[in-house]
């Protein structure tokens, strides 16, 4: 099947704009399953949204409902996925995450894994799924191109071994928050 992309919009990451912009921006962190959340955070010109899958009953389904909610507005939807690991990593931005902020980084080391599971080869590991991201097989190519650029990934400083070893994590290519 040929791409389609006259007709759908290119994934882009609103939220990256915006920082690159140096504007200053807004959001709020959603804990409930109702997508009705991110449904009004997108009527009110809020910049983003986190959707927390570290603390609390939320999962993929939940996330899922909260980007259909986000869908064509100017929200960029963050998930705060449980662990740094591969399969939340590329689960969150196979669903169309536009951020993942990973809990409990605690070394330059854990980052750069984290960041091979979020880029695609060359820069990554990233496996090719035909999810919501890539709007079921329709998108391929331009979101494989555009993903790397677009995706952000942002590690939580929150253990005292992550403070300790800070410099380590900040020279990581490609950290950018």
Same mark, same amino acid.
């Given at each position: 099947?040929?791409?389609?992309? &006259? ?7 609103p939220l990256r704009r915006k ?10 962190? +959603? ?10 955070? &997108?009527? @009110?010109?809020? %910049? ?16 899922? %409902?909260?980007?259909? &909610? !986000?869908?064509?507005?100017? @929200? ?28 409990? #980084? ?7 894994? !984290?960041?091979?599971? +979020? ?14 991201? @890539?709007?079921?097989? @329709? +998108?391929?190519?331009?979101?494989? !191109? &555009?993903?790397?650029?677009e995706t952000m990934v942002i ?8 403070s300790a070893g800070i410099a380590? #994590? ?8």
């Open positions: 099947m040929r791409e389609k992309d &006259a007709t759908m919009r290119p994934f882009t990451n920082l690159k912009a140096g504007a200053e921006t807004f959001g709020l962190w +959603a804990t409930m399953e109702s997508a009705t959340v991110t449904e009004v955070a &997108a009527e @009110l010109g809020i %910049d983003w949204v986190c959707v927390d899958m570290e603390h609390g009953s939320l999962g993929f389904r939940d996330v899922v %409902d909260h980007l259909r &909610a !986000a869908r064509g507005s100017d @929200l960029a939807v963050i998930v705060r996925v449980p662990t740094a690991s591969v399969d939340t990593i590329k689960r969150a931005l196979d669903l169309g995450a536009h951020c993942v902020l990973l809990p409990l #980084i605690r070394s330059g080391a854990e980052l750069e894994e !984290a960041f091979l599971h +979020a880029r695609y080869p060359t820069a990554g590991k990233r496996g090719l799924g035909h999810e919501r991201a @890539l709007r079921w097989g @329709l +998108a391929i190519e331009s979101y494989v !191109a &555009a993903a790397d650029a590690p939580v400083i929150e253990t005292k071994e992550a380590d #994590i900040l020279a990581v290519p490609g950290l950018e928050a």
